[in-house]
């Protein structure tokens, strides 16, 4: 039987851990099947600024990873990446999603 593809987990993190991240998630493929990236800027007051550029910005380079997946294996996928990159850096959040299809 087919799990749903019932949430979308998002990653956000610094760009300097993209690979790191995207390692791990490959290394599940019985949890991501597969996974968008996009690039954006982020700003916290928690956040540490790397570069020059950033602190003067106000604002750090970020990617934001995002999966349509089963919601207990978004739990399972964060409970790895907690134990393995253990970084408050990185955020996560966990959405709701009503429906997940391709158009053909």
Same mark, same amino acid.
């Given at each position: 039987m087919r799990k749903p593809l019932d949430c979308c987990l998002t990653i956000v993190c610094h760009e300097s851990m993209e690979e790191r991240l995207v390692d791990h998630l490959l290394e599940h493929p019985d949890l991501i099947s597969?996974? *968008?990236?996009?690039?954006?800027?982020?700003? *916290? %007051? $928690?956040? $540490?600024? #790397? *570069?020059?550029? +950033? %602190?003067? %910005?106000?604002? *750090? $380079?970020r990617? +934001?990873?995002?999966?349509?997946?089963?919601q207990l294996d978004a739990n399972e996928m964060i409970a790895h990446l907690k134990e393995e990159e253990a970084n408050g850096d990185v955020a996560y959040w966990i959405s #709701?999603?009503? +429906?997940?299809?391709r158009l053909a």
């Open positions: 597969g996974f *968008s990236i996009a690039r954006i800027e982020g700003y *916290s %007051r $928690k956040e $540490k600024l #790397p *570069s020059m550029l +950033e %602190r003067v %910005r106000g604002r *750090s $380079k990617i +934001e990873i995002r999966t349509v997946i089963n #709701p999603v009503l +429906e997940f299809g």
